[in-house]
């Protein structure tokens, strides 16, 4: 590594020790450091990472000293199981922060059930994250938990609290389509993009009206733009037409709101390339974005761009580091989990690493490579 300062150090060795002294056997450092070293090269749970660390011990003992050997597996988990996750997750923050840099463009929030933490015998449900995913950066911004006599939608205020969106474009689901989202949003400095649906019933009738009434005139002297899309593939043609309407101010009660839209999409299932099926659905949404900013064809990309939260960090989650099949009933211990992974994707996005296993893999055969991505400011395969 030469003389380049260990960044992973330095910001980790600020958390506070959650623990009592006489149960310090091991610094709090060493712990963090094996678990994300563990975790960056195949481990999935806290067995697995006390395996990894008895058989790379000389490797680690080069930056974290373990002194007193490696924790077991248990003392791990009692570890993640104390730790504050947003304390951890503020750590994780300031990491991204400084091999990211700053963020643009669209920041996708929707929540995941990690299905598995649920403790029937105590009566605890499987835990619901919100997480916030910077689209173009490939980058994980933060999560918080969704409380068990709640929803999204108080959970969703707290976690753009977390975040640096200004400047950025925030999508959330139909659920996220309220009053007070859509000013947090706007307070921040950033702009947003939001479904409408039965949800919101009086404001879906208000959208509604207005395609009803420029239609009406055939959307004569009215100021909206259209864009139409084809893609053929994987046994279907999907067509998708979306109309923007700019709005005048106090048209419709919403904070911020310059325009409202129409996407309909319709779904022709092929099969020997005959017809089998056709789908058609309409959905209807508003953005705080003017004509200017985003015309139809504009609003249409940012639209699909929300579903990469998906793609790019839910399915990587379930398929890669199986949450859904890890046991793991503690709160915390399942959040700093998953703010682990969450941090490791953006890594591995920023790198340009489209197949996460492929690359966990060989950073387990290369350990050198994998300190080097750990530690750098401008880390690299």
């Known amino acids: ?45 806290w067995t697995e990472i006390e395996q990894f660390g008895k058989a790379k011990l000389p490797w680690l003992r080069t930056f974290l000293g373990l002194k007193k050997g490696v924790p077991s597996h248990d003392t791990i988990g009692r570890f993640f199981s104390m730790l504050d996750p947003l304390v951890f997750q503020s750590c994780f923050q300031q990491w ?53 006599k709640s929803n999204e939608i108080t959970a969703i205020p707290e976690l753009l609290k977390l975040l640096a969106i200004k400047g950025c474009l925030i999508t959330i689901d139909a659920m996220g389509c309220q009053k007070e989202i859509a000013k947090e949003i706007l307070d921040r400095g950033a702009d947003y993009l939001l479904n409408v649906k039965d949800n919101q019933e009086r404001l879906r009738e208000d959208v509604e009206l207005e395609f009803r009434e420029a239609q009406r005139d055939d959307f004569k002297h009215m100021d909206y733009t259209y864009h139409q899309s084809v893609e053929k593939g994987h046994g279907r043609i999907e067509q998708r037409r979306l109309t923007a309407l700019p709005l005048f101010p106090g048209e419709i009660d919403w904070p911020g709101i310059q325009q409202v839209f129409r996407l309909e999409r319709k779904f022709i299932l092929l099969r020997k390339g005959k017809v089998v099926r056709v789908e058609e659905k309409v959905h209807y949404g508003l953005t705080s974005l003017t004509r200017p900013q985003a015309n139809a064809e504009r609003l249409l990309y940012l639209k699909r761009k929300y579903w990469q939260i998906e793609n790019g960090l839910h399915y990587r989650r379930d398929t890669t580091f199986h949450e859904d099949a890890t046991r793991m009933s503690h709160p915390h211990a399942t959040r700093n989990l998953t703010t682990i992974h969450n941090t490791l994707l953006s890594l591995f996005a920023r790198l340009g690493c489209h197949n996460v296993a492929q690359t966990r893999r060989r950073l387990d055969g290369d350990l050198r490579l994998a300190f080097s991505l750990l530690t750098s400011a401008h880390p690299r395969l």
């Open 1 to 45: 590594m030469g003389n380049e300062p260990n960044i992973f150090i330095s910001i980790f060795s600020k958390i506070e020790d959650p623990r009592i002294e006489r149960n310090k056997d091991h610094r709090l450092i060493d712990i963090i450091g094996l678990s994300i070293c563990a975790v960056l090269c195949g481990a999935e749970h």
């Open 96 to 148: 991204v922060r400084v091999l990211q840099g700053k963020i643009k463009g669209v920041v996708a929030i929707d929540g995941k059930t990690v299905r598995r933490s649920h403790d029937h015998a105590k009566g605890k449900n499987a835990i619901h994250l919100v997480s916030a995913w910077a689209t173009e950066n490939g980058v994980a911004l933060g999560q918080v938990k969704v409380d068990d």
